[in-house]
């Protein structure tokens, strides 16, 4: 396995246009995670999954996000009626549920702009 | 949702010890401490974590004082490859969301020759 990976890498798309990332998490990781991340901030938390199951959702997600892991394996986060404000670097991360160590590991992030 | 507050920026050269120490003054008993380093283009990386004392790992230490208000991350000689963004979270040990979750702004590490 060689660990989390997203994509698209990068997408352009016109405002009010939907969009959607995939995320495809390290194979025996059951959390997953995303994150958004502008110029000059750390990451922050959008959503995370444990298994299938969507168990919380950051104030910063409106309703014209939304993220599914159907299976329990690989997400995807989709945003509808893009906004220029949701230009970003979208990151996904994974970890496994441990009572010791809470260490996630990301992927490369999908650059979105839009125009 | 501040529970983290760390310098904006650090500078070293080449071959130095860094310390970046990170204030968190309302830890709560079963928060851990965790360091995460991000390059340009990348996705955070895990560096360390630790709850009380001194954690080490092949790259870095983690200080941690009695109090736990504070704690230190120690990279020792660094080289330029080390210049990143240095995040310091405080959270509950397997849980996620928002609250154990929190990056802040972090800080950004520039070595130089």
């Known amino acids: 396995d060689t660990g989390v990976s997203q994509d698209p890498r990068h997408k352009i798309t016109k405002r009010g246009q939907n969009v959607t990332f995939r995320c495809d998490p390290i194979?025996?990781?059951?959390?997953l995670y995303w994150y958004r991340q502008t110029l000059g901030q750390g990451p922050e938390f959008l959503t995370y999954f444990q298994n299938e199951a969507q168990l919380e959702k950051s104030r910063l997600l409106s309703d014209r996000f939304s993220a599914e892991r159907p299976k329990g394996s690989f997400s995807t986060l989709e945003i509808q009626r893009t906004e220029q404000g949701d230009s970003a670097m979208y990151l996904c991360?994974?970890?496994?549920?441990?009572?010791?160590?809470?260490?996630?590991?990301f992927g490369p992030g999908t650059r979105l702009t839009v125009t | 949702l501040a529970k983290t507050t760390q310098p904006i920026s650090m500078d070293s050269y080449e071959g130095q010890e860094v310390n970046i120490t990170c204030s968190h003054n309302n830890i709560a008993t079963n928060d851990y401490i965790t360091w995460y380093q991000q390059f340009p283009s990348q996705g955070p990386r895990f560096i360390i974590q630790?709850?009380?004392t001194k954690v080490t790992n092949e790259v870095a230490s983690l200080f941690i004082p009695a109090d736990r208000k504070s704690s230190t991350l120690s990279l020792p000689r660094v080289s330029l490859s080390d210049t990143a963004v240095y995040y310091c979270l405080v959270g509950l040990i397997g849980r996620a969301g928002a609250n154990n979750l929190f990056f802040g702004t972090g800080t950004r590490l520039t070595v130089t020759p």
């Open positions: 991360a994974s970890s496994q549920t441990s009572s010791v160590v809470s260490e996630q590991y």
């Open positions: 194979s025996e990781h059951n959390r």
């Open positions: 630790g709850y009380k």
